[in-house]
Each structure stands twice: as structure tokens, then as C-alpha cells.
């Protein structure tokens, strides 16, 4: 089968890993452009290129899959599928119809809940117990094709954006070649609707979103902080204006009879904050310009007294 895979971040690195051992190496691969990234703005490649590269795989790179040079190039490859997994732009029919076996996602998500560019984040900022993945039919919406199979799994009260990113991108990498093992040429393989009835979105995240409201429940604001784990943060105010990162906590029953966003300093140094139902304890915290530091070190270093606020805007 000739196989063209499309994908740009680190989820898609496993499924491009898993068809490279079992023998289904790709006839190319199509990621984003190299962008400038971190406070260099150097010019960093997207890991599927670093792989790609290291397993001397053929290389595109076009700034729009829907240029008409490069549609030229993908009718001259003549794909019997192609595989997508965190690509990063929709594809045009134009595309789509080019392999005959069709178009095949991978998409980090039970579908049709969580459906867009950040279902995993937003799995677990909702504080859902279960996600999966959905191998799909793509087609010219945003995750609307047809279901092929679905594989799920629990979310640990443990998982953080990072971790469950690395486990749904091997469960999926998994599901991927089961279906690549037993499917035929010539034809896509069966595939059911979408109710589109039950149907939620994950839209891209934005810094905004890891602002933390003191005066949620600690339950909600523990959500957050999982779900912005690899990108915006969760972040609140100490001091009047230093921002301060959130990066682990954990939620306690007890409640503190103080108002919401109170610290309050308990027996072995423990860090713990009110919320508008129940207590955070801090694990980890990065104030702005630092480094990660453990809760005991934040109140050594900064001569912290319990009673002090951290603030919801500056």
C-alpha cells in the first residue's frame, strides 16, 4: 500500500514510529514549515521532520497543502491513503480525493465529542474520567468524517495534558496499524456517521484561558492545571503584579474559613490556598522569570506568611 503520511507535533511521532517497525513506510511525508521558536525565535524544525529526517524518509514542507504546485506533487505520488494525525491545517476536497482508500485521521478524541484543535486539553479542563482516540474518514469540516474504530481509555486524577497526549498518541499509533494490517486496497475501509446531535467542541486555547478564578472550586481550578499543562499555563497574581504559574496542585477536602485565593502555610510547610469550595494544596509553582520551584522552597524564598492573597487580575 502506498502511503503518504501528513503530521507535525510530537502526538503524530508515534504513528509514523509504529508504520515504519511493521514494515508500512510511507512514500513520503508532509509536515508544517520549520517556525522560529523560543526566546531566540531560531528556526526549529517540527518533530514528524526530525524523525522523518533521522529515517531518511522524502520530506514536503508547503505552507498550504491547498497551493496548486503542491496539489501537483500529491496527484504525482499517487497515495492509496493517506494518514493524518496532528497536521495542523484542514485539508480541501481537493485532497481528500486524490487517494482512493480515502483520508484516514487520527484524532485524540472519542468523536464526535471534543471535536477541533484541542480536545485533550479540554477533556481534561471539563474534568472528564474517560477519552480515547478515533481513527475517521476525513472530509472537508473539522473532525465531521466517518467513524472507522474507536479505542478508549480512563483519565487519571494523575494525568496532566503531557502525560495523556503521550498515551493517546500510542493508543492511536496501536489502533492505526491494527486497521492498516487487515484493510484491502482499492476501496476506504467501513466507516459509520458522526451523530452530530451530541457533538461538542475543543477549540485552540488561548492565554487566557489558564487565568486562574479563585473563586471556582478547587476542583475546577485543579482541572485547569492539568488541562494547560504544555501550553498556556495556569497562571494568578501574588504580590499585586508578579505573575505566578501554577504547574502541580492537588484538591483537599478541608475547608478554610478564609476568602477564596488565601494562602495559608500548614504543619510541614504545606502550601495550601481557599477556594470558593474546598482547598488547593501547591506543589509546584514557577513565578514569573524563574525556574519550577517546590512549594517549601516558593515560601523560604519569598518569606511567605500564611494570610497573604493571590489575586485573580493584577
Known sequence: MRILFMGTSE?????????????FEPIGVVTQPDRPSGRGKRLTAPPVKIFATEHNLPIYQPEKVRE?????ILESLTPDVIIVAAFGQLLPQTVLDIPPCGTINLHPSLLPKYRGAAPIQWAL?????????TLMLLDAGEDTGDIISTASIPIQDKDTALTLTDQLAELGANQLIRLLTDMPVGAPPPATPQNDAVATHAPRLTKEIGHIDW?????????LVRGTAIWPGAYTFFRDKHRLKIISCQPLPQILDVPSGTLEIVEKRKLLVATADGTLQLLKIQPATKKVMEADDFINGYQLKSGEQLLTVP
Open 125 to 133: 479542563i471539563n474534568g472528564e474520567t474517560q477519552t480515547g482516540v
Open 215 to 223: 473563586n471556582q472550586p478547587a476542583t475546577t481550578i485543579h482541572n
Open 11 to 23: 502526538f503524530a511521532v508515534p504513528a509514523l514510529r509504529e508504520l515504519i517497525t511493521h514494515e
Open 68 to 72: 496548486p504546485s503542491f496539489l501537483h
